[in-house]
């Protein structure tokens, strides 16, 4: 944990195991959202109590846990988990600790790194192996391709920006997305 005054402290322990978690957002309920890599549960951190715990379970993706690369909140207080080695989006609803599975990307193994949440509500899936960047609509449960992206372990994250344009950070690109 960093404090606002840049001292950092251990916060509470956490399951045991490697990888266990791969990014987090914080939902509109004040937790913090663990993605789930290796864990086979959702992470749920309360800033208020300072506790963590295990949330809803989550299947195994193509490997030896759930591989999610990331989450973001939605508009709609959902949680959208960027699948790395999953072959569906994960959705996560904070308030009832509920998981289930979303649309099928089919673009194979290491397909995105992250997410980006968009100011009209969708949620932009940031390639890494992928060869296009898809967008999750939450309005209809589906994904939309969208332009090409290179793939080959391409981006490793992304922002948006106000004005809705968002920038790739490159990790095997040799320029910025």
Known sequence: LLDSNGVYS??????AGSFRFRG?????????????????NMGIYDIATNTF??????????????????????????ILLAPRN????????????????????????????????LPDGKVLLIPYSSTSVMLYDYKTNSLITGPSAAGGHAYSGGVALS????????????SIG
């Not at 957002?25 to 890599?37: H, M, Q, R, S, T």
């Not at 715990?53 to 959902?78: H, R, W």
């Not at 609803?93 to 990307?105: K, L």
Request: charged share 15%; net charge negative; proline share 10%.
């Open 86 to 117: 999953h072959n569906t989006v994960g959705l996560y609803n904070p308030y009832t600790d509920v998981y289930t599975e979303g649309p099928a990307h089919g673009k194979g193994a290491d397909a995105f790194s992250g997410c980006v949440p």
């Open 24 to 40: 987090g957002c914080l939902a509109d309920n004040g937790k913090v959202i663990f993605a789930p890599l290796f864990q086979e």
């Open 163 to 174: 004005n809705g344009d968002v920038v790739l950070a490159p990790a095997n690109r040799p």
């Open 53 to 78: 715990k295990l949330g809803a379970s989550v299947p195994v993706g193509t490997e030896i846990g759930p591989d999610f690369a990331g989450c973001c909140k939605m508009k709609n207080g959902m």
């Open 10 to 15: 251990n916060g509470p322990a956490v399951s």
